[in-house]
């Protein structure tokens, strides 16, 4: 008797999904280079799921129906490339590996293009959601040959989340594609995290309130157009309390704020493709800031300023002009997210659809919103536009939200309360309106030191400064 399919890596994300792929009535054959993980889930599952332990590559491999299918959920890099190598010594033509982990997109092009000559699919699967997620459903973005996902269909729609009875997975585009938009989905993830951590600090160093009511503050926002996941996990863990003193568990976590890469790697590549992505950037970059805590304790020693009001006061005008800005840098920032992969879909060829993307970002992902039911909504509308600002309806309300953030700022500049976030997505804006920006000046500047030339107005050609 084979398995349907098997699943590789049995951490958090992997033990979960494979109780859910198992609660599907899908045989599931399990392993992971710590046995004990496999025996955990064994003991925990044996009785009621159709979920087979196996302990070698090699048995694990031979315990699943041919053409073979696996689920690889393990950290990216390396790691990914010790797998393989293992496999490929039992693997047979038409087998399908899913490397469902976070990896770089590519390096998912590298090894296709290995595989592809040994007659193997390798398919690179985004999929968000968390350890929830992979035990509830999951947003799942299926990358690579078109032959691979149709095959293996029917599992993914399963164990998806599910909006108005529609599976939040489908088929992205070839080669990377799944693996680039979860990059850049990633990197909205990170803009969204720091907005929701600059709002926090405006109004408990800003505005001096207390915890209790920056929660109700937020959980107002949630029954409107700011609403999100990720804004009902803020007021969450904002009323988790430490067992042992009974405050607030967020007054005992450090500052230094952790990342995997793919923030980092979705402004590199916006860099390398030329999109503009401050804030994609200026998140990362915070976090970056962040772990320089010695440093940033020095400086707060040293040189901090004397004589600065401590807070402002709080008004109902100026809270709506912060939830009204916490929704702007929304809207900006999916719109520089997709700005990048609409660019990344023309230069590479991945043939990627904004609207069927979006709808897969409806469940299970984690940066699912209400927001993104008005996006799929534009994309209706305005399908052949290169950036979704463009659309008439939304920049319009974009300028009325831009009217807030730009109040809120002026009154937070005479405090010592860093807004990077907030500051990006005005400049972003403004930016986009001019239709001359002062880079003429470095473009003269480039050709007197370094004789690159420059482009005229008035004429055709490559000029320099004689």
Known sequence: MYNYIGLIGLGAMGENLS???????FSVSVYDKFSEKTKKLWEKVSNFLPITPTYSIEDFVKSLEKPRKIILLVPAGEPVDEVLRELLRYLDREDIVCDCGNSFYKDTERRQEVL??????????????????????????????????DVMRDLWEKISAKVDSEPCSGYIGER??????????????????????????????GMGMRLDDIRSVFEDWLKDRAHSYLLE???????????????????????????????????????ELEIPTPCIDVAVSYRAISIFRELRKSFSENYSKIGNPKTIKISKNLLSDLEKSFYLVMITSFAQGLHL?????????????????????????????????????????SSQIENILQDRELYKEVVELEDSLKNLLSNLK???????????????????????????????LRDRFGYHGFERIDKLGRFHIE
């Open 176 to 205: 990377g594609a799944g693996h680039f938009v979860k990059m850049v989905h990633n990197g909205i993830l990170y803009a969204i995290l720091q907005s929701i951590a600059e709002v926090y600090d405006i109004m408990k160093n």
């Open 414 to 444: 005479a405090l010592d309360i860093p807004t990077p976030i907030l500051d990006s997505t005005l400049n972003y804006l403004i930016s986009l309106r001019r239709e001359r920006l002062p880079t003429n000046l470095i473009q003269l």
């Open 341 to 381: 992969i609409k660019r990344a879909s023309d230069i590479y060829r991945y043939d990627i659809d904004i609207k069927s993307l979006l709808k897969l970002w409806r469940g299970g992902s984690v940066i699912r919103s209400s927001l993104i039911y008005r996006l799929i909504e534009v994309s209706e509308r």
């Open 233 to 271: 996990l803020t007021v969450e863990v904002l009323q988790k309390r430490d067992n042992e003193s009974g405050y607030p568990i967020i007054d005992f976590v450090s500052d230094v704020a952790e990342q995997k890469g793919m923030g980092k790697w979705t402004s590199q590549t916006a860099m």
């Open 19 to 25: 109780i859910n792929i198992g609660s599907k009535n």
């Open 116 to 149: 592809r000559e040994k007659g193997i699919f390798f398919m690179g699967v985004g999929i968000s959601g968390g350890r929830e997620g992979a035990y509830r459903g999951l947003s799942i973005m299926v990358g690579g040959d078109k032959h691979g996902y």
